[in-house]
Nanobody, 121 residues
Framework: QVQLVESGGGLVQAGGSLRLSCAAS????????MGWFRQAPGKEREFVAT????????QYVDSVKGRFTISRDNAKNTGYLQMNSLKPEDTAVYYC??????????????WGQGTQVAVSS
């Protein structure tokens, strides 16, 4: 079992930055690929980014390419999502997830509880 806890969300103005963290406990995070997803009010949860176990491979949804960066520090058992040039449409609850493979779909084994990101215009 892996427990995931997100942090770093908050309220920021458009154009600002936030860094989300995803701290893992229970098992070493290096055993899993990681993903970040988000769910805006009234919308389905959607894929944001994913990273392979060693961090060599990353993928992003087109809407965040060039603005968001997914990374991980396996020694700290923590994953990150650096979000720059934030837009109001990035407002959502952000979830981290861990699974056996990088994936754009929601077939991850473990999920965090989410952290709220709100971007004002």
């Amino acid at each position: 079992q892996v427990q995931l806890v997100e942090s770093g969300g908050g309220l920021v103005q458009a154009g600002g930055s936030l860094r989300l963290s995803c701290a893992a406990s229970g098992r070493t995070l290096s055993s899993y690929a990681m993903g970040w997803f988000r769910q805006a009010p009234g919308k389905e949860r959607e894929f944001v980014a994913t990273i392979s176990r060693a961090g060599a491979v990353t993928q992003y949804v087109d809407s965040v390419k060039g603005r968001f960066t997914i990374s991980r520090d396996n020694a700290k058992n923590t994953g990150y999502l650096q979000m720059n040039s934030l837009k109001p449409e990035d407002t959502a609850v952000y979830y981290c997830a861990a699974g056996m493979y990088i994936s754009r779909t929601q077939d991850y084994l473990y999920w965090g509880q989410g952290t709220q990101v709100a971007v004002s215009s």
